[in-house]
């Protein structure tokens, strides 16, 4: 238990006081959708919680406790970094053993009996609503592991990869939260035997293990964010399971990219973690030798987050298999970089929109963020704990993605609890 909270805190939580990540909760006895955060096995209702006088200890002029109200974090989210970092500050101060507002929540019963909620008694929902979402490649390996399988490694990656962060709009309406099932596309798929495509449900389902940040502010048509600004745009980040049908890639990608492949499912974790919380654990991306454009040029050399990613499946028999073990420092470019790249012909982001950072992968076997990698293409099978064999992903089977900075220092570890989904049968 954690010795630095008065609330009983697992060893080991996602969720520690070093955390207090955001997002949308609703109960059997509220079903309206509200902001909460995490806090070891627990949940904090901030729409209760703020009801109840819980911010007379804030001194902020800037909040308006009817963000806490709302069923998106959206406009919690608009208010920009400085106060999130105020709010964020205040709860942490709400839960430590020596806490100097204990009347507000520690030493309040009721307060606590209403407000303090177990996790897994609440349902989790998108936690903001997204306007867009961008999908970029930024993992240099991923890239160059499928550049091998498609085009052999004297062409691995296409001329333009080192010199900008390669992306594509792809579809925020599809965007689940975790534990959402995940309907087995259909789609045109090329038979090699005859040539011609049919209209099939995929059969090479895939996964991409990808980090997500969601965006808390705007910029106006035809101006671009600064580079150095660009941090400044980004409210939080998630895990990201941008599920893919390499099949129905393989046929419609051509010539301008991924479509039915990539928009009918993409899975994010519920608890959006704060950039805040995420700050000790900064370190280098992958080193690009290639000289980039000024607006791309960062000034600071710690510009990712080292945060060690995990990938599951677990079987329809309940038999569970980590598939990889990787760290988010595995990307060429930074989100800022992303942003800067996004604005700089003048497109307009807006406060909710969401950015993939692409598949992250390391360089050994054990690191691979998707199957098409860890199958070269479909050439080889993935052996599971039951002794069963995947190419690509069956019915049945679930995916299991989670994330977490920290090591045995259970008051400072960061997570981001579960990005989960189930794949179930295609409508015939």
Known sequence: MSPTSWLPIPHGSHFSIANI?????????????????????????????????????????????????????????????????????????????????????????????????????????????????????????HAENCGIIFRGPSNALQPNYLHLPVGYHSRASSVVVSGTPVRRPKGQILLQRSGSPVLAASQRLDIELELGAFLCNSNPLGEPIDLDKADDYIFGYVLLNDWSARDIQAWEAAPLGPFNAKSFCSTISPWVVLPEALQPFRCAPIPNETSLLPYLRERRTDSVFGIELDVSIISKEGRRTVLSQTTSSNLIYSFPQMIAHHTIGGCPLEVGDLLGSGTISGTKPGTLGSLLEMTQGGKRMVQLADGEERCFLDDGDSVVIEGRCGSGDQDGIVGFGECSGTIIPSIL
């Open 21 to 141: 990540p955001f997002g949308i909760i609703s109960t059997a006895r509220s079903q309206t959708p509200r902001p909460a955060v995490a806090i070891g096995d627990f949940v904090l209702d901030l729409c209760v919680f703020a009801l109840s006088d819980g911010f007379r200890g804030l001194e902020s002029t800037a909040l308006d406790i009817s963000i806490f109200n709302e069923k998106t974090l959206n406009r919690f989210a608009s208010l920009g970094r400085g106060v999130h970092r105020e709010v964020r500050e205040y709860l942490q101060s709400v839960f430590r053993q020596n806490t100097p507002i204990p009347h507000v929540l520690k030493d309040d019963i009721n307060l606590r009996q209403q407000a303090l909620l177990p996790r897994e008694t609440v349902k989790n929902h998108t936690p903001l609503q997204i306007g867009t979402y961008t999908d970029f490649f930024a993992g240099k390996h």
